[in-house]
C-alpha cells in the first residue's frame, strides 16, 4: 500500500530538547516536503527535498533542520523546539512532476512547553 | 507573491448545498486543489481540477474555476453532518511545484 508514514504522530516535549520527526515513503517518489499548520494560517511549508542530497527552504524554515541521506526518508529535526513550534506537521511526497498525486502522512501533533 | 485566501467560517443546514471559496495569486499554477480535514486527522484530498477546466463535477461536489478572476470554489450539494469539516484549497505554482494553502475554512452543518 502507497503510503507515507510518520512518525511520533503525538508528542509533548520540552523547549530546548532536540527532537526529531521521521518521514518515510514507500513510492520511489523524488520530491518530499514538510508543512505545519496552526489555526487561521492554513499550511505552510518548511522544507523541501527534490531528490537526495537536494534540499532547500519553504516560507517558514527558522528553527528546524532537514536531510535527506535516502530517497525514502526526510526527517524533520528541532534542534532547540520552542513553544512557538507547537503545532500540526505533515509531511508530503510525489513524483518529480506529478503535482496531481501528492501523498501526505497522517500528521504529527507536537506539542512544545 | 503566493497567496491563497478563504473565508473561515461558514455554516449551513443539513440538505442545503454549501459553497466554499477561494482566491489565488498565482496564475502559473496548473492544478488548484481542495483537501478536505476531519476533526482530529490528517489531509484528504477531495478533488482537484486541472487549470484549463472551467468545472468538474464529482458525484456531490462540483468545483467552478475562473482563471480570470483567480477565484475557486468547491459546492457540496445536499450537505450532511458527515460535510463537517475544514476545507482547504491550494494551488501548485508550476515554478516551484509546491502546495500553497489557504487558511482553512470550517464547515459547520446543523441539523
Known amino acids: 500500500e502507497a503510503q507515507v508514514t510518520q512518525n511520533p504522530r503525538y508528542l509533548i516535549t520540552v523547549t530546548g530538547k532536540k527532537l526529531t520527526v521521521t518521514c518515510s515513503q514507500n513510492?520511489?517518489?523524488?520530491?518530499m516536503s514538510w508543512y505545519r499548520q496552526d489555526p487561521g494560517l492554513g499550511l505552510r511549508q518548511i522544507y523541501y527535498?527534490?531528490?537526495?542530497?537536494?534540499?532547500d527552504k519553504g516560507d517558514v524554515p527558522e528553527g528546524y533542520k532537514v536531510s535527506r541521506k535516502e530517497k525514502r526518508n526526510f526527517p524533520l529535526i528541532l534542534e532547540s523546539p520552542s513553544p512557538n513550534q507547537t503545532s500540526l506537521y505533515f509531511c508530503?511526497?510525489?513524483?518529480?512532476?506529478?503535482?496531481?498525486?501528492?501523498?501526505f502522512g497522517e500528521g504529527s501533533w507536537l506539542t512544545v512547553v | 507573491g503566493e497567496d491563497v485566501e478563504q473565508s473561515l467560517f461558514l455554516s449551513v443546514r443539513e440538505g442545503d448545498s454549501s459553497v466554499i471559496n477561494c482566491t489565488y495569486t498565482d496564475s502559473s499554477s496548473t492544478y488548484l486543489y481542495w483537501y478536505k480535514q476531519e476533526p482530529g486527522a490528517g489531509l484528504q484530498l477531495l478533488t482537484y481540477i486541472f487549470s484549463n477546466m472551467d468545472m468538474k463535477q464529482d458525484q456531490r461536489l462540483t468545483v467552478l474555476l475562473n482563471k480570470k478572476d483567480k477565484h475557486l470554489s468547491l459546492r457540496i450539494a445536499d450537505t450532511q453532518t458527515g460535510d463537517s469539516a475544514i476545507y482547504f484549497c491550494?494551488?501548485?505554482?508550476?515554478?516551484?511545484?509546491?502546495?500553497?494553502f489557504g487558511q482553512g475554512t470550517t464547515l459547520q452543518v446543523k441539523p
Open positions: 491550494a494551488e501548485s505554482p508550476t515554478l516551484t511545484g509546491k502546495l500553497i
Open positions: 508530503a511526497s510525489r513524483r518529480t512532476g506529478a503535482q496531481n498525486t501528492i501523498y
Open positions: 527535498s527534490m531528490n537526495v542530497e537536494v534540499t
Open positions: 513510492m520511489n517518489h523524488e520530491y
